[in-house]
């Protein structure tokens, strides 16, 4: 081969190499930021790997938030998919949409059985829920045979009956 083709060839390599390093840091870094979603059931079945970054989204349970005295930034909540409960923490202020009964989408660990949110986002008009949410409720609605009334999903199944249920699991 003379020196002009070896040289050629050399920048092609280069560029090839340059290529693949640069496919290989965007996709590693796209594997970091990928959260998967979570509804309330799967979390609370085991299928949500502990300690890993995950989204979890349902309804808010009434009557579940609970602020700390000392601290009003720590909140306690519930989150629900009507079939399941799972316990929230949060440290921070909340969305100034977030209400009992309305959906919300927390980003956040798996410790314990607690969902220990770094981010809450909350819908933001009376008919609107995050997709996920919307697509798990709509499942379990159809499983149930029940429906859904002007955007708003009423439970089949009591809050307290699902209590009992998640306590004597």
Aim: net charge negative; no cysteine.
């Amino acid at each position: 081969m003379n020196v002009v083709r070896q040289k050629k060839m050399m920048w092609v390599m280069a560029v090839l190499l340059g290529a693949i390093v640069a496919v290989a840091l965007i996709l590693y870094a796209i594997r970091n930021q990928t959260d998967y979603y979570f509804d309330p059931t799967a979390i609370s079945t085991g299928q949500a790997p502990e300690d890993k970054r995950i989204r979890a989204g349902g309804m808010v349970v009434a009557g579940s938030v609970k602020r700390d005295p000392s601290d009003q930034l720590n909140i306690q909540f519930q989150i629900t998919d009507f079939k399941s409960v799972v316990p929230v923490t949060y440290r921070g202020v909340l969305p100034d949409l977030f209400a009992e009964n309305s959906g919300v989408v927390a980003t956040g660990k798996l410790q314990d059985g607690v969902f220990v949110a770094s981010e809450v986002l909350a819908k933001h008009d009376e008919n609107y829920m995050p997709p996920e949410v919307a697509k798990s409720l709509k499942t379990e609605h159809s499983e149930r045979g029940t429906d859904v009334n002007n955007g708003q999903f009423v439970p089949a199944t009591p809050m307290s009956e699902i209590d009992e249920r998640n306590q004597s699991q």
